[in-house]
């Protein structure tokens, strides 16, 4: 009898899974904090004999390699994976034994890396699961356009090969365990994570992949594609060098006028609170990605690369968990941190900076301002407010001097997007209101809502 557990990291929208029998499992596709898999493995009483992943991945720095280290397990990654560490070359068809009549049969599915592995797990020799990584998402593929730019097109092609491989090879009633498309930007359109669960005979019916044919398909996957995060180009390379063992021990403490030297040197000072609380008093410069969902997504897509960065938070189990989630996006170690509030945040004779927060209905009825839309292009295509400004999140920065001299009413889908561009207005000087409120709103606050660009 085999158990397969998923790892889940929602602020990544991605799974790891553990998968084993009664007494030894795999890993495929950690997540940095790799005491997390040890735990579960605990808890289950197994021991992990080899870890494996299926791509050297784009969107967050593995802990693969220090998770095989720290238990002594095989670390198996595709052979034609460029990495500069010693691990076990992966080929298609290859086979690893997971627990007495439980294996791991490696099945070459390239596209969305051109090495990308997927591996089948058998019981007794019947198809049980398929762990597919980036490959068949849930309703869609991963995106075919992390690697290069000039393979783009033929990795797409790639996807959909790869697709149909594994819905040719693999009996309906097999699982599908992806590693992305819970929320990932790995994805290449929105997958169906709603459904939680999915097999290949599902697949077939509905993922695009398999529905429609290749000339489509791929044409339809690449007018889709996004942006893509910027801090993508350094994972990549991270996890090819090896990532550094994470370290997890609290940040050398810091007081308000270290706070202000650092903010005065143009470093970032995050403020990790909840949005509510930093528009209502926070300090001047300071940068608000409140410390829920996907912040260290966000945090890392506009964060310079390397640049150093001091952390406030309300509570030091805040700030531990804000930096689990960092090290999984690379920013290893806060420059300084700091908690409690603005009180203790501020030097002497300093007073807290403060903005108005709003829903749409209020935006409605404003009689001043532009209105500023910091959802992505994707978003903004499929509905707007007309003769509102377009800037999304992660361009806002180096685009400031477009704003003209006025309110900026900025909005988002759901309000924490616009918070964090809210206080990127707000240390920039920009008189700024927060719309906090969902975007459905905007159509029952009397708002037009049209379709397409711009």
């Not at 930007?185 to 398999?210: D, K, M």
Request: charged share 20%.
């Amino acid at each position: 009898m085999y158990f397969v557990e998923a790892i889940d990291v929602p602020g990544l929208g991605n799974r790891g899974y553990l998968a084993g029998g009664a007494d030894t499992a795999v890993v495929i596709d950690p997540p940095r904090d790799a005491d997390r898999v040890i735990a579960a493995a605990a808890r289950r009483g197994v021991r992990i004999t080899q870890v494996a992943e299926t791509h050297v991945h784009n969107d967050y720095v593995s802990g693969g390699l220090e998770l095989a280290r720290l238990t002594g397990a095989a670390y198996l990654v595709p052979a034609r994976a460029r990495v500069g560490y010693a691990r076990v070359p992966v080929e298609d068809g290859d086979r690893v034994t997971v627990d007495a009549g439980l294996e791991l049969r490696a099945l070459a599915t390239p596209g969305h890396t051109p090495h990308h592995m997927s591996y089948v797990l058998e019981d007794g020799g019947t198809a049980a699961a398929v762990f597919t990584g980036g490959s068949l998402l849930i309703g869609t593929v991963g995106r075919p356009d992390l690697v290069e730019p000039r393979l783009t097109r033929r990795l797409a092609h790639a996807q959909y090969d790869s697709a149909h491989r594994l819905a040719a090879e693999l009996p309906d009633a097999t699982e599908v365990l992806p590693t992305h498309g819970f929320g990932s930007l790995c994805a290449a359109t929105p997958s169906g994570e709603g459904a939680g669960a999915t097999t290949i005979g599902r697949e077939r019916t509905v993922n695009a992949a398999l529905v429609k044919d290749a000339g489509t398909f791929v044409a339809e996957l690449l007018a889709g594609l996004d942006d893509i995060p910027a801090y993508y180009a350094h994972m990549g390379p991270v996890n090819a060098d090896g990532p550094a063992p994470v370290d997890l021990t609290p940040p050398r403490r810091a007081d308000a006028r270290e706070i202000a030297d650092r903010l005065a040197a143009g470093e970032w000072v995050v403020d990790l609170r909840n949005r509510v609380a930093f528009a209502h008093g926070h300090v001047a410069g300071a940068l608000n990605f409140e410390a829920a969902g996907q912040f260290a997504v966000q945090l890392a897509w506009l964060l310079p690369w390397d640049r150093p960065v001091t952390l406030l938070a309300e509570s030091a189990g805040q700030l531990a968990a804000a930096q689990r989630e960092l090290v999984r996006v690379g920013i290893d170690r806060p420059a300084a941190a700091a908690t409690g509030g603005p009180g203790e945040w501020l030097v002497p004779g300093e007073t807290p900076r403060a903005f108005p927060r709003a829903t749409f209905a209020d935006l409605a009825a404003r009689t001043d301002g532009v209105v500023l839309d910091v959802r992505r292009d994707r978003e903004r295509a499929a509905e707007h407010i007309p003769g509102s400004l377009h800037i999304p999140l992660h361009r806002l920065r180096d685009r400031l001097a477009e704003l003209p001299d006025t309110t900026v009413w900025v909005h988002c889908a759901g309000g924490a997007r616009a918070a964090v561009a809210a206080s990127i207005l707000d240390a920039a000087g920009h008189p700024v209101v927060a719309v906090d409120d969902g975007f459905d709103a905007a159509r029952a606050a009397g708002l037009t809502v049209a379709a397409g660009l711009p």
